[in-house]
Every structure is written in C-alpha cells, then in structure tokens.
C-alpha cells in the first residue's frame, strides 16, 4: 500500500483520484490545490507516490518537480495533465518524474502506475 498525495487545482479531479486511490486501497495522505500548498503538503506529508498536475497556480508542476526531486530522489511523481505536449512530458521526466497520464484517464491506468 503507498502513501499517495494528489496535487491538482481541480476538485472534480481530486474527487476522482481520492476515489481511484481508495479503490487500490492506497492511503491518501494530503491533496493539494496549488503549487505552494502542494511543496508545504509533500514537506509535511512525506507521500511515496505523488500525482501531480502540471497547469496549477502559483507553482507550476514542472517548477515542483525541479524543487523536490533533488531532495527526495526515490519519490515517485506521476504527471497527470491535459497539458502533455511531447516536448512537456519530456521536460517532466527529465526533471525526475516517474511516468505520465493524460487526461480525461481511465482508472484502472492509475491504479497500474501507482502500484508500478
């Protein structure tokens, strides 16, 4: 079971993924609905798994990545956006994320990259 946080400006989104995490029988430790709260949430939280959104206020997910990645090399962060361009997923996994999901998503396509 991982501790997973979801980072999504999105309720409709956090909803969704709270469900999905619960489905897995993952624990859900924080949601964050900004760049910021999302830095003060991992600090405080310390997930395993973080799913990330990438077009979010104050602190965009690629900005995150670059900020947490060097201090917690084994986090797993998944992208989860709308935004995926070829170049931008690429960004994001060079600056250390795990894998990629595009929204709208299946659950079941979570569900695999959390326990993977």
Do not use: W
Not at 23 to 48: C, R, S, W, Y
Not at 54 to 64: E, V
């Amino acid at each position: 079971m991982a501790k997973v946080m979801v980072a999504d400006d999105s309720e409709s989104i956090r909803v969704l993924l709270r469900d999905v995490i619960a489905m897995g029988k993952h624990e859900l430790v924080a949601e964050a609905i900004d760049g910021q709260d999302t830095i003060d949430k991992f600090n405080k939280f310390k997930p395993d798994v973080l799913l990330l959104d990438l077009a979010m206020p104050k602190k965009d997910g690629i900005t995150i990545l670059r900020e947490l990645m060097p201090k917690n090399p084994n986090l797993k962060v998944i992208i989860v956006t709308a935004n995926g361009t070829e170049k931008i997923i690429s960004e994001c996994m060079d600056a250390g994320a795990t894998d990629y999901v595009a929204k709208p998503f299946q659950p079941k396509e979570i569900l695999e990259k959390i326990t993977n």
